[in-house]
């Protein structure tokens, strides 16, 4: 369908469906998937990467964090992101 990610369920079913015999279309449409993305899913033999346990990069606002957002936030906790960043921006030189 498009328009919509596909899930670790319909991967397994097409998944399993092709392993149980059938064509791509076949395993596709059990799956309610479109034909072609059954044959990325051959190809690549997943549909996406396993989310990652680590982060790629320092925290921009882990200095801040705690002196400066958090007790903002303590006061008011109806604090739009952009009052913060103009009070981030005010404080920092």
Not at 7 to 30: E, L, N, P
Not at 41 to 64: M, N, Q
Request: hydrophobic share 35%.
């Amino acid at each position: 369908m498009p328009g919509r990610h596909i899930t670790h369920r319909q991967v397994a079913r097409c998944m399993h469906a092709r392993q149980a015999g059938r064509t791509q279309a076949q395993a596709a449409d059990s799956a309610d998937i479109c034909e072609r993305h059954g044959r990325c899913l051959d190809h690549a033999g997943r549909a996406a990467r396993e989310p990652r346990s680590y982060r790629t990069r320092d925290d921009p606002l882990a200095e801040v964090w705690s002196t400066a957002i958090v007790p903002l936030l303590r006061r008011d906790a109806q604090l739009k992101a952009v009052t913060l960043l103009c009070e981030l921006q005010s404080c920092t030189p």
